[in-house]
């Protein structure tokens, strides 16, 4: 993993999370059923019912332009490449491994595409819609299939539901704009890489990255967010507490992940400390919760006191949450994935706006 960090070029950016899940057999056929690319650049697609998909965008390569992709499980029969025209080179299906699907659509060089502000949205339990460009010129469809084929087995009230409850887990709470700062501190850094987990995954590139969506998350939400650290630089405890408390700073996080002694693969879990008070034991217990739900099967280490130098010292509610264990065989493999990373970010902003809603 660590070549997977230090090459630039192969920063995915996870879009989404996960959807409702489905357990499909492996040698299922292709969950996708039919896509269309529409002139106004919007993407639409048709799948199974029920079904998880996943979305990445990865920057241009040597060998490949801006690139966007999502797999379906179930295996595609025929892999095939369409031509694109404007600022679409060519959408390609395929099968990345056995028993999947992916469909990546490849940008030209010139495009105007903000990744930054796609969301693949579920219209209904088969219905899936992103917005990908905003055609400058005339931009001619690609398709394949009906996308627009209605499921019938799904009822009204049904679909509402299933809608519904897609969104109460990908939506963060709304809270009062403008009123609240908040200090991450993404540990270690520069010569100092922390834990050094299974395949050299370094904690100080996983932490760093989790803290940057974070802040993402939280400045979409109208809260002012620094980080103690945006790159890999030497940062001693000391600067980063008296950064927090010299700006006033309404909470303070600090996210690491973990390593165990002798490196053992079958220790995975997460915790998060806190070193006093019950605001900040309870933005503790608020993180801790949502990073398990994202976690599942990782061992649930509690919500602890702890007297780490970064939250004794600081004065306003402060806590240090262990993502987990890079030493784990579970969580390792979890944390090398940016789709889990940024579910992490998702699940730590989360709990930070329940927070804040209540207490802050
Ligand atoms: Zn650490």
């Known amino acids: ?45 048709r799948t199974k019912t029920n079904t998880k998909l996943e979305a990445y965008f990865q920057k241009s390569s040597k060998k490949y332009g801006d690139r966007f992709w999502i797999d379906f499980p179930g295996e595609l029969i025929n892999p095939r490449i369409i031509k ?30 903000k990744p930054l502000t796609w969301r693949l949205v579920g219209l209904d339990q088969n219905r899936w819609r992103i917005k990908l460009f905003s055609p400058s010129k005339s931009f001619k469809r690609i398709a394949e299939g009906v996308v627009n084929k209605k499921n019938i087995k799904s009822k009204t009230n049904q679909k509402a539901n299933y809608v519904r409850k897609e969104f109460d887990y990908i939506q963060l709470p709304e809270i009062k704009q403008n009123k609240f700062f908040v200090v991450i501190d993404p540990g270690h850094g520069g010569p100092d890489p922390g834990a050094i987990g299974i395949g050299g995954i370094r904690e100080t590139d996983v932490v760093l990255d989790v803290s940057k969506i974070v802040k993402k998350l939280l400045s979409e939400k109208g809260v002012k967010v620094k980080l103690t650290r945006k790159n890999e ?63 599942p099967g990782s061992p649930d280490r509690g919500v602890k006191q702890g007297r780490f130098y970064v939250i004794k010292n600081t004065k306003m509610p402060a806590v240090l949450v262990e993502i987990g264990f890079l030493t784990g065989r579970l969580d390792a493999r979890r944390l090398e994935k940016s789709v889990h990373r940024k579910r992490i970010a998702f699940a730590i902003a989360k709990g930070i706006l329940e927070y804040l809603s209540r207490a802050g």
């Open 233 to 295: 630089i030497d940062l001693d405890l000391p600067p980063r507490v008296s950064f927090a408390n010299r700006t006033n700073a309404d909470i303070f996080v600090s996210i690491h992940a973990n390593a165990s002694r002798g490196k053992r693969r079958d220790i995975n879990g997460l915790e998060t400390f806190y070193y006093r008070g019950w605001r900040g034991r309870l933005l503790a217990k608020r993180i801790q919760k949502q990073i398990l739900k994202v976690s």
């Open 84 to 113: 694109g025209n404007g600022p679409i080179k060519e959408i390609r299906l395929g099968k990345p491994i056995e028993g999947k699907t992916r469909l990546v659509v490849e940008f030209t060089e010139k495009n105007n595409i």
């Open 1 to 45: 993993m660590l070549k997977f960090f230090s090459n630039k070029l192969f920063r995915y950016l996870s879009l989404f999370l996960f959807f409702n899940t489905s357990i499909s057999p492996v040698r299922s056929s292709s969950a996708l059923a039919a896509w269309e690319l529409n002139s106004n650049g919007i993407l639409e697609l």
